[in-house]
């Protein structure tokens, strides 16, 4: 079946530095690929998403590349802030299919 | 526009008790999917409801179950509670049914004892 192996981390930068969490799938047909956010004491949130090879998703300074070729979704931030710790899911949703989560890599910046 | 709301926010159960989640979904939402999220086992999805109609389930036992009313509201049940349900479960609704982004609520997080 579908899966996705993400860094489990935890990932300790400092304010300022450049971030990458990896992500990469195993998909039958092309899916849509998303990473969603979870800040303490919350809920999930969508960060960004791509649904088609070589789109590029961003938001809030975050950016990830749907790579079919390497079948890759990592995520990337120039440079962080402390506001920016929280725990980072990526995620497939092949069409008329369930989202299938990775484990979440726990993210942690210190000022 | 209203976020996914999930009722209750915490609760605290025993052992062989019962207990009913409730989460309504972002208006015009018809897909509810629920979730368990657990430190060892991360997110785990339980099942989908589309137009009251349960589409998807995961690899749960009969314990958990789960319905959809006709304003797309949803209820989870889990019964005979054991000690490893204790765990957050997320709801999260969608508005594109078969390949939509999910909304999600802040959970209801559950404690056994």
Request: aromatic share 12%.
């Amino acid at each position: 079946g579908d899966s996705v192996t993400q860094m489990e981390g935890p990932v300790t930068l400092s304010e300022e530095a450049f971030l990458t969490i990896n992500c990469t799938y195993t998909a039958t047909g092309y899916p849509s690929l998303f990473w969603y956010v979870q800040y303490p004491g919350e809920g999930l949130q969508l960060l960004l998403k791509a649904t088609k090879a070589d789109d590029k998703g961003s938001n809030k300074g975050f950016e990830a590349t749907y790579r079919k070729e390497t079948t890759s979704f990592h995520l990337e931030k120039g440079s962080v802030q402390v506001s920016d710790s929280a725990v980072y899911f990526c995620a497939l949703r092949g069409y008329g299919q369930n989202f299938v989560f990775g484990p979440g890599t726990r993210l942690s910046v210190l000022p | 526009k209203a976020g996914v709301t999930q009722t209750p926010r915490y609760l605290i159960k025993t052992r062989g008790q019962q207990v009913t989640l409730s989460c309504s979904p972002i208006s015009g939402h018809r897909s509810v999917s629920w979730y368990q999220q657990t430190p060892g086992q991360g997110l785990q999805f339980l099942f989908e409801y589309f137009s009251e109609t349960q589409r998807n389930k995961g690899n749960f036992p009969g314990r958990f179950s789960g319905r959809q009313f006709s304003n797309s509201r949803s209820e989870m049940n889990v019964s005979t509670l054991e000690l490893g349900d204790s765990a957050l479960y997320l709801c999260a609704s969608s508005d594109q049914g078969a390949n939509g982004e999910l909304f999600f609520g802040e959970g209801s997080r559950l404690t056994v004892l």
